[in-house]
């Protein structure tokens, strides 16, 4: 919703992959070697993770702790293992801290213990996937207010170098960040934000060196290359200015890391003074800034999952006081943006479950006031909008398939851009000027690596202006994909997305790899990942499952998978891996399952309920102690999440919540190979959920599958920095998954 122009770039496959959170390993083509059947020999494979299974695993204390809400008593084993913020950044640890790093510490020795005898593999699995990234690389350039902006990447370098020209693409390169210089001495680096000032001479970042997406805001003065003075702590990272070059507006957070406050703040002046202009004081809520595509207006939002509120001000008097666009009310959502003279408001209103296009005139913008633009079908999702001075593009979603549709201001029938392809993801990418004519389109299918179009939305010419280049011999034409349709297990029809190198035999002798995640209304589109090819290469096919909680299907889609229907989310992935089985893609002895965050959640939970059906699950990131997070409102980010979940202080919801928590339903059973992940610097889920999910597992499965848990102890929710570094853990967690499919190299 942020429109950060010089943070755009890769924006939405940032997004995306956040939301895939770990993609598939990289690839060699002369170890093309599909999967043994089920029944034939694969000891020499197994055994190298099986072979060290008798090595004793750790043993952390267990400390019962006593959780009790509405008459319900919970016994946790493991609660000592949570520590606060200030325990973990104290110069020396106390006592609980040393114990809950010593266990961390035991679990990761004894990983790489069990996974000693990968460690060839493991490697090579590295050297393929950095092999096949073009190193000395660069992004289409855009225009923005006269200059012409870049992201290059050297050979060798994991961060970004950032760079413009006036002009002209001819023009000499200026430097604006080298971030291969700034990270030096840091384990951990990112910045975010980066904008520049409209006279175009002061250059804006946040840097976060933690991991936990709390910036520092710097000023660059781009034509002497000096910093200023002015540093702005504990903030989202980005900034928007005002028209005057000199005043700036950005986004503080709270100690829960929820961003709560808009603060104003004039350069050259001590942040100790700058003025608060908004409060976001109901914790469920948290807020933003941006400027109109018109650049005419500064404005804040206000956002919950059910509900929005947004404010503006003049661009041109930025110490004037914000005025409110339209009240929040609960269950109203809409967003909103600026240009010739008139608000275009995407909301849900009237009941338009898949949103709709509505406009306000200037000075006329409570709901009653608007109307809507145009006639909107009801089973088509509207995702979103761009505005130029001549042009509209509406983002949908029809029948699960991302679509572009330009409007024409000045008359004329609207049209969709055609790709030529019939299943594909493409979504608007950098456009911040907003007299262009031309539209900076992102596309891939499972096939296609991403590709940079412009379309000149006049001529209705499409323009590829650069193909992600996959070296090592990659060649399309040797890859297959399929869009599928499940029947679950109450006759909804869920999509499935999967691919595999052609010659796939589907008899149930190759392995399958399934992923989900299915929360938040986030989509997971079809899209390729030069990853992916190691294990299509060798053998592996690799699928979606584009489960209800996710937005695929529209919005009613999301709504059938959150609160008091999330189980669907679970019963829906589970059916598509019972799909993949009975059809004979793979076997039971040949599936894996994989999610992150959310989908570590659903991850967690289809383990407890259908065991029996996976082969080795990635349980990255995991949400898996859900009551006891819902219940716990310190621990950052949980408020916002009711409308998601439900409030377990509500018995309705406990119930609920508790019926499915993976923590809270491990059980005396055998389970499948587990690999599960985390980030001791975690905001988003904390690093004790799934440390106490592997303690508890620990002492509760019955049966001797490989159980490892991963704690990366420099990062947080993202993974490692840089543009290569995270693909070590990568290529560690596919090591972990070609082994269980008797794959040796």
């Known amino acids: 919703m942020i429109h950060q122009c010089l943070d755009k770039v890769n924006s939405h496959t940032t997004t995306k992959k956040f939301i895939f959170l770990f993609s598939i390993a990289a690839f060699l083509a002369s170890c093309n070697q599909p999967a043994k059947n089920e029944n034939s020999e694969t000891k020499d494979a197994i055994n190298v993770m099986m072979s060290q299974m008798e090595l004793t695993p750790p043993s952390p204390k267990i400390v019962p702790f006593e959780l009790e809400a509405h008459g319900d008593v919970r016994v946790d084993n493991y609660y000592w293992?949570?520590?606060?913020?200030?325990?973990?950044?104290?110069?020396?640890?106390?006592?609980?801290?040393?114990?809950?790093?010593?266990?961390?510490?035991?679990?990761?020795?004894?990983?790489?213990?069990?996974?000693?005898?990968?460690?060839?593999?493991?490697?090579?699995?590295?050297?393929?996937?950095?092999?096949?990234?073009?190193?000395?690389?660069?992004?289409?350039?855009?225009?923005?207010?006269?200059?012409?902006?870049?992201?290059?990447?050297?050979?060798?370098?994991?961060?970004?170098?950032?760079?413009?020209?006036?002009?002209?693409?001819?023009?000499?390169?200026?430097?604006?960040?080298?971030?291969?210089?700034?990270?030096?001495?840091?384990?951990?680096y990112a910045t975010a934000g980066r904008n520049i000032s409209p006279n175009n001479q002061i250059l804006a970042y946040g840097e976060d060196t933690l991991s936990r997406r709390k910036y520092n805001i710097k000023f660059i003065d781009l034509s002497t290359g000096k910093y200023l003075t002015d540093v702005i702590p504990n903030t989202t990272g980005g900034i928007v200015w005002a028209n005057d070059n000199k005043?700036?507006?950005?986004?503080?957070?709270?100690?829960?890391?929820?961003?709560?406050?808009?603060?104003?703040?004039?350069?050259?002046?001590s942040v100790a003074k700058d003025v608060e202009v908004f409060h976001e004081k109901d914790e469920t809520f948290s807020t933003f800034v941006f400027k109109s595509k018109s650049k005419k207006y500064i404005i804040i939002g206000s956002s919950t999952t059910v509900s929005n509120e947004y404010l503006y001000v003049d661009a041109d008097k930025p110490t004037e006081k914000f005025t409110v666009f339209q009240p929040r009310v609960r269950d109203l959502e809409y967003s909103i943006n600026h240009i010739n003279g008139k608000w275009f408001i995407r909301t849900n209103k009237d009941g338009a479950q898949n949103f709709k296009v509505m406009t306000a005139e200037e000075g006329a913008t409570a709901m009653v006031n608007w109307k809507d633009f145009g006639k909107q079908d009801p089973e088509i999702l509207v995702e979103g909008i761009e505005l130029f001075d001549k042009y509209m593009v509406v983002s949908e979603r029809v029948k699960g398939i991302t679509q572009l549709k330009v409007q024409p201001w000045a008359g004329g029938e609207p049209h969709y851009v055609n790709f030529g392809e019939e299943a594909f993801t493409a979504y608007a990418s950098v456009n911040p000027e907003a007299s262009s004519e031309t539209l900076r389109i992102e596309f891939t299918s499972m096939t296609t690596p991403s590709t940079t179009y412009d379309y000149n939305m006049s001529t209705k010419k499409l323009e590829m202006k650069k193909q992600e280049e996959v070296l090592g011999g990659f060649d399309k034409n040797n890859y297959q994909s399929e869009r599928l349709y499940v029947k679950a297990r109450d006759g909804k029809e869920v999509p499935l997305s999967i691919v595999y190198k052609k010659g796939f035999k589907k008899d149930g002798s190759q392995p399958v790899l399934l992923y989900g995640y299915g929360?938040?209304?986030?989509?997971?589109?079809?899209?390729?990942?030069?990853?992916?090819?190691?294990?299509?290469?060798?053998?592996?096919?690799?699928?979606?499952?584009?489960?209800?909680?996710?937005?695929?299907?529209?919005?009613?889609?999301?709504?059938?998978?959150?609160?008091?229907?999330?189980?669907?989310?679970?019963?829906?992935?589970?059916?598509?891996?019972?799909?993949?089985v009975n059809n004979k893609y793979t076997s039971k002895n040949g599936l894996f399952a994989m999610g992150g965050s959310a989908g570590g959640l659903l991850t967690g939970a289809v383990v407890n309920l259908r065991p029996d059906l996976w082969k080795g699950v990635i349980v990255a990131v995991p949400f898996v102690d859900v009551v006891t997070t819902m219940l716990d409102e310190s621990i950052p980010l949980t408020t916002g999440e009711f409308d998601e979940w439900g409030?377990?202080?509500?018995?309705?919801?406990?119930?609920?919540m508790k019926s499915y928590s993976p923590y809270d339903n491990i059980e005396k059973k055998d389970y499948p190979a587990l690999f599960v992940t985390t980030g001791y610097h975690d905001s988003q889920v904390q690093y004790w959920e799934p440390a106490k999910y592997v303690a508890k597992l620990r002492e509760y499965k019955t049966n001797n599958n490989p159980l490892l848990l991963y704690c990366n102890m420099e990062v947080g929710h993202g993974g490692a920095s840089g543009r290569f570094e995270r693909y070590k853990e990568t290529a560690m967690e596919y090591a972990f998954i070609l082994d269980l499919a008797g794959i040796s190299k």
């Open 81 to 188: 293992m949570k520590l606060s913020d200030e325990q973990k950044m104290a110069a020396v640890p106390d006592s609980q801290t040393q114990e809950v790093l010593d266990y961390l510490n035991a679990e990761n020795a004894y990983r790489e213990k069990v996974m000693a005898g990968l460690k060839p593999l493991e490697e090579s699995l590295y050297k393929e996937i950095v092999a096949r990234i073009k190193q000395d690389d660069s992004s289409v350039p855009y225009f923005l207010n006269g200059y012409w902006y870049v992201t290059k990447f050297e050979e060798g370098k994991e961060y970004a170098i950032r760079s413009r020209k006036k002009g002209s693409l001819d023009a000499a390169d200026e430097l604006l960040l080298d971030e291969n210089a700034l990270a030096k001495g840091h384990s951990y």
């Open 247 to 269: 005043t700036v507006f950005y986004t503080q957070k709270d100690a829960a890391l929820r961003s709560y406050k808009i603060f104003r703040h004039e350069l050259g002046t």
């Open 519 to 580: 929360s938040y209304g986030y989509s997971t589109d079809p899209s390729f990942n030069s990853e992916n090819l190691s294990l299509l290469d060798r053998g592996f096919a690799f699928a979606i499952a584009h489960i209800r909680g996710g937005e695929d299907l529209g919005r009613p889609w999301y709504y059938d998978g959150k609160l008091l229907k999330k189980k669907n989310t679970f019963y829906d992935f589970i059916d598509c891996g019972d799909f993949l």
């Open 647 to 656: 409030n377990p202080k509500q018995k309705e919801y406990y119930d609920y």
